[in-house]
């Protein structure tokens, strides 16, 4: 059975750091970029996800759209199936759910993945979700 289980979501100051990890089993890592996704939970939930950071199956590729770049981190430790995504300097626009996905490599790009905005819920062919973190930045 595949699953995507994320963890580590709470609440922290503007200018804080978090960890949040994804836990992957049922599938082959390697085949697959994975990628975290985030969107307001009190949006409505056909709105738009925004991807925050990328990385291949094998660890060796990461992207970041300019809204985090320089403030988070995506990576996966060697062989196991955990990726994690370090967050500093939060903003209060950083709030949100914090979802995990899986995309096979061969349906997308690296880049394509991360720089997707897609309605909440939506689930492409192949593609598997985990339910979501959620993450606060207030003072």
């Known amino acids: 059975q595949v699953r995507l289980v994320e963890s580590g979501g709470g609440l922290v100051q503007p200018g804080g750091s978090l960890k949040l990890s994804c836990a992957a089993s049922?599938?082959?890592?390697?085949?697959?970029?994975i990628a975290w996704f985030r969107q307001a939970p009190d949006e409505a939930p056909w709105k738009e996800r925004e991807g925050v950071s990328c990385i291949s199956g094998s660890g060796r590729l990461t992207y970041y759209p300019d809204a985090v770049k320089g403030r988070f981190t995506v990576s996966r430790e060697g062989a196991g199936n955990v990726i994690y995504l370090q967050m500093s300097n939060l903003r209060p626009e950083d709030y949100g759910i914090y979802y995990c996905a899986a995309a096979p490599t061969r349906t997308t790009t690296l880049r394509a993945l991360c720089l997707r905005r897609d309605a909440g819920g939506t689930k492409r062919r192949g593609d598997y979700w985990g339910q979501g973190t959620q993450v606060t930045v207030s003072s």
């Open positions: 049922g599938f082959n890592l390697d085949d697959y970029h």
